[in-house]
């Protein structure tokens, strides 16, 4: 857990606890639920914190020496001393430069919507953005360019093409510059999967500790990319659109897996499905559901598989 540091001016000090937790998860390579739940924790109990880490955040993507820092010399040694004062010092002038364009430019606004949430979000440009369930994604829309980072979670943007101020994407360590398009964005932890409408995106990495890859996608592209690696595949467009019916509140399935089918449920409800089975989970089913129809899709797959189907809790349990 961070520690908070003595010090008369609290401005200071919450930069400097920003600081530290982003280095610490930069840094630990087995950072776990219990470490993102403590970071959770003190970026709720103030938005003076979230505003803070998210420059720290911001500032990583601008500071490439910081790639250079979290590289050690030798694999078998652990960084020493001078190397982490350094990478504090770094933080802390990146924090610093973009307190300043902080102060130059409008704030990051920020938006959420909780499981099962759907959001539209109409941009003064034209553009638009829908945030899908359990999303958290923040803006930064005047200047010269316009920015988005998806933190978290999924959404569908239509993109007003402009030449003159480029609309650009975050998510998971990768970079998209919109060339006038209409995609879908969607990042899980250190994994992003893109998937390409209509129109071109530059994609590319950008994150610290991310190698180096990039594709210019053109419509029926989906991309899925982590830090180490990333795969190129090409589908008929009208086959990629049922990836958009949560956009109406459904869920397409077309030869999906009893797997894929479960996970997807459990994205958009509070209520959850289980398959006891890794056979069962193999099977594959066609249809088209509400997100919230967790009930329904056990009794059909009940149906037409012969399965048993029980509740316990909250969870509704799929087993032969």
């Known amino acids: ?4 540091n003595e010090t008369t001016d609290p401005v200071r000090q919450i930069r400097e606890q920003a600081a ?5 998860r930069a840094d630990k390579p087995d950072w776990t639920d219990v470490d993102q739940a403590e970071l959770d924790t ?20 601008r500071v490439d020496r910081l790639r250079a820092l979290r590289r050690p010399q030798a694999p078998q040694r652990k960084p020493t001393r001078l190397l982490k004062l350094a990478g504090v010092a770094s933080v802390a002038v990146a924090v610093a430069v973009v307190a300043l364009q902080g102060r130059l430019n409008p704030q990051f606004s920020v938006y959420s919507t909780p499981v099962g949430g759907h959001e539209v979000l109409k941009l003064a440009d034209g553009s638009q953005i829908e945030l899908n369930t359990a999303t958290k994604l923040r803006t930064s ?20 093409h402009d030449a003159g101020r480029p609309f650009i994407v975050y998510a998971a360590g990768h970079r998209l510059t919109d060339l006038g398009t209409k995609f879908l964005v969607r990042s899980a932890k250190e994994r992003v999967q893109v998937t390409l409408i209509d129109g071109e995106v530059r994609f590319e990495s950008s994150g610290v500790g991310v190698r180096g890859h990039s594709a210019l996608m053109t419509a029926g592209d989906v991309v899925v990319a982590t830090a180490d690696s990333m795969s190129v595949t090409h589908h008929a467009v009208t086959k990629l659109e049922n990836e ?18 479960v996970e997807q449920f459990n994205r958009y409800n509070g209520d959850k499905i289980s398959i006891e089975d890794p056979k069962v989970a193999q099977l594959t ?3 088209t559901f509400r997100t919230t129809s967790t009930r329904h899709f056990a009794e059909v797959v009940q149906a037409v598989f012969g399965l048993q189907v029980r509740h316990q809790d909250r969870t509704t349990i799929i087993s032969r």
Do not use: C, N
Request: hydrophobic share 45%; charged share 25%; proline share 1%.
């Open 141 to 160: 829309l005047k200047g010269e360019t316009r920015t988005v980072w998806l933190d978290a979670g999924e959404a569908y943007f239509q993109v007003r």
């Open 42 to 61: 003190w970026l709720s109990s103030s938005p003076s914190h979230m505003v803070a880490f998210l420059r720290v955040e911001s500032a990583w993507q």
């Open 285 to 287: 089913v066609d249809g």
């Open 1 to 4: 857990m961070i520690e908070q």
């Open 244 to 261: 958009l019916g949560w956009r109406r509140g459904l869920l397409v399935f077309k030869h999906t897996t009893l797997k894929d089918a």
């Open 20 to 24: 530290e937790w982003a280095i610490k």
